[in-house]
């Protein structure tokens, strides 16, 4: 699919509110990345996996999901023989877990529940060595344990050691009371690496010590006492002994890294994809979406249809079908009526289809694949190439008039507009004659009157317009299949306190207009589509009341019915009684 496409009708914010509902940066990626397809098998295929990703996000108490990390980085360092930071192998340690829980999640019963998303799972190849022993070198916090080797296990229990004889050496040394005169405080600190005791400055040579650090005001110094020293060597020199076993643990620890790289690549993919599918059913649920049925015939039937990005509480459903009954539909009415958005709401909702994404509409909507969706909407004007807007709009045009056949789908707005009327009006029928030609799918929005006059003409060809209410002179934005309304530009007018003497002389020199009558004959037939709306309303209630009295009699016919089979079982049972206690007596 074209990306011009997908910039015009907003896809990109579909990608991006998929992309919130990913939880690791790879599956973001592939969000940001999603292209709709048009092989009906390959749509089918995405469109099941998102169906089971949504069943399993309803029915299932848990979740295959779990934390993951974008570990790719890491393993690349680790071919390259980098050693890896203890936070990075926490994070392929977390990942790691998700992966192995992803690969049993799907056993058992789920099998034949989810049996697209299992066969994907199946193909995760967990490392549980590997992951045992990240798990016995680090603990819940990411520090080396002492036993991750027996070296550093022994090295680690000799500094425990050393500084408790330290500890011990210190102590006698604030315990002893020709030392403590001269100490600032009875207490033992650090400094460089090596324990030492705050010494007042005068009794610098009378303490047998080291100086290592002076307080900011020079009254105090930190000295290291000479009967310590040796032990402070000796724990430097196991500290130092700590540091290398704990890289060489790491480094051995990469290695292993290294030697399962490609499957972790393998496993990493897998779940960012798993990942993605799952973002996919949680955009479903958000939406209310639904999966729509495939129409190999190229028939689209949409069903209280809602665009996507505008949000649920002002949202106003349309339903509309193409394809089957006619080939092109035109949509007329108020400037801001809902024209623009009826027609985007079907590109994005076909976008979305073809993405393996579920629509947000009613259940029973249908939608063919389309090989190409070619629209033109809105202001494209172009200063860079020093465009008009009716030149952008005819260059745009032309790019892919000549390529369109029965299997694409058009999406024209406010087709031959930004001319001269005339023109432009014969231009826009000219262009629509040729799609009907051509058998092209299209819904084409337009305010001329000789493209309401063509749905009369051309049986492909059918109205629609979007309804205005002139008590509130506010469009209601519902779309009506079957009718061609009018652009109600003086009642928008009068509503935006438009003066009445310049408005009573648009309608004097509206009535001289040819089209005028027309427009009276529309106007009569939307008065009397309402009014069939109305009774067909009425009709419907009269309807389900009497459904529910022919319900309500059927159900007591039927109790009666039980009733009398009662009473009759009973009296057969009193009869047999009877006769049965007269046989006794008169055998008696």
């Known amino acids: ?50 169906e089971e990703a949504l069943i399993c996000l309803q029915k299932e108490i848990s979740s295959p999901l779990g934390e993951t990390y974008d570990i790719i980085p890491f393993i690349d360092r680790a071919e390259k023989e980098m050693i890896l930071l203890a936070g990075e192998f926490m994070e392929i340690s977390s990942s790691l877990e998700t992966y192995q829980k992803m690969h049993e999640y799907f056993s058992g019963e789920r099998h ?29 916090k990411g520090d080396i344990r002492d036993k991750a080797s027996m070296k550093l296990s022994r090295i680690r229990g000799d500094i425990e050691t050393v500084k408790s004889r330290i500890r011990k050496s210190f102590r006698q040394i604030l315990h002893d009371k020709d030392t403590a005169l001269y100490l600032q405080d009875a207490i033992i600190t650090q400094r460089n690496g090596r324990y030492v005791v705050p010494v007042k400055e005068e009794y610098r040579y009378k303490f047998d010590g080291i100086v290592h650090d002076r307080s900011s005001t020079g009254q105090t110094l930190f000295m290291e006492p000479m009967i310590s ?19 060489e643990v790491l480094r051995e620890l990469t290695r292993q890294i290294k030697n399962n790289s490609a499957v972790i690549r393998k496993d990493c993919h897998i779940v960012s994809d798993m990942e993605f599918i799952f973002a996919r059913g949680q955009l479903a649920l958000a939406m ?38 006619f080939k092109i539909l035109v949509i007329t009415g108020s400037n801001a009526g809902g024209k623009t958005i009826a027609i985007k709401t079907v590109g994005i909702l076909a976008l979305m289809n073809q993405s393996g994404l579920f629509i947000p509409a009613a259940e029973g909507s249908m939608m063919p694949v389309y090989n190409h969706i070619y629209s033109i ?47 432009g009006a014969m231009l826009a029928q000219a262009v629509t004659e040729y799609l009907v030609n051509k058998n092209v799918n299209s819904i084409i929005t337009s305010h001329f009157s000789e493209m309401k006059k063509l749905a ?82 009425s009709i ?14 059927q159900e007591e016919q039927e109790e009666f019915l039980l009733k009398k089979n009662a009473i009759l079982s009973k009296m057969r049972e009193e009869s047999s009684d009877i006769k049965r206690n007269l046989r006794i007596q008169a055998e008696k």
């Not at 990608?15 to 092989?39: G, I, T, Y």
């Not at 860079?384 to 952008?392: I, P």
């Not at 109600?488 to 009558?517: D, K, T, W, Y």
Request: net charge negative; with cysteine.
């Open 112 to 140: 034949l529940r989810y049996p697209i998303l299992e066969e994907k799972a199946s193909l995760i190849l967990p490392l549980d060595g590997l992951l045992n022993r990240i798990r016995q070198v680090f603990d819940d």
């Open 229 to 247: 020293v040796r032990l402070n060597n000796d724990l430097i020199e196991l500290i130092l002994a700590e540091k290398q076993e704990v890289m």
């Open 288 to 325: 209310n979406g639904v999966r729509a049925t495939f129409s190999a015939a190229g028939i689209l039937d949409l069903k209280d249809a809602r665009h996507p990005l505008i949000p649920a509480d002002r949202v106003v459903p349309i339903s509309l079908t193409l394809g089957k009954a």
């Open 377 to 423: 909407i809105g202001d494209d004007q172009s200063i860079q190439y020093n465009l008009s807007t009716f030149s952008s709009y005819i260059t745009q045009l032309v790019s892919f008039l000549p390529y369109v056949n029965e299997k694409d789908l058009v999406l024209l707005d406010e087709l031959g507009a930004g001319t001269d009327p005339i023109e």
């Open 1 to 50: 699919m074209e990306q011009d496409i997908l910039q015009i009708l907003e896809f990109n914010e579909i990608r991006r509110m998929l992309a919130q509902l990913c939880p690791s940066s790879l599956s973001k990626a592939k969000a940001m990345d999603l292209q709709p397809s048009s092989e009906p098998r390959i749509i089918a295929e995405h469109l099941q996996e998102t």
């Open 456 to 537: 009369y003409e051309l049986s492909e060809v059918e109205n629609a317009f979007v309804e205005f209410d002139k008590e509130m002179l506010s469009p209601t934005y519902h779309l009506i299949i079957g009718v061609a309304g009018n652009s109600n530009a003086f009642n928008i007018c009068r509503r935006l306190g438009m003066q009445e003497s310049i408005l009573n002389r648009a309608v004097g020199l509206q009535q001289r207009s040819p089209f005028h009558n027309m427009e009276m004959v529309m106007n009569h037939l939307n008065e009397q589509r309402k009014e069939l709306e109305q009774e067909k309303e």
């Open 540 to 553: 419907r209630i009269i309807r389900q009341e009497s459904d529910r009295v022919k319900a309500q009699l």
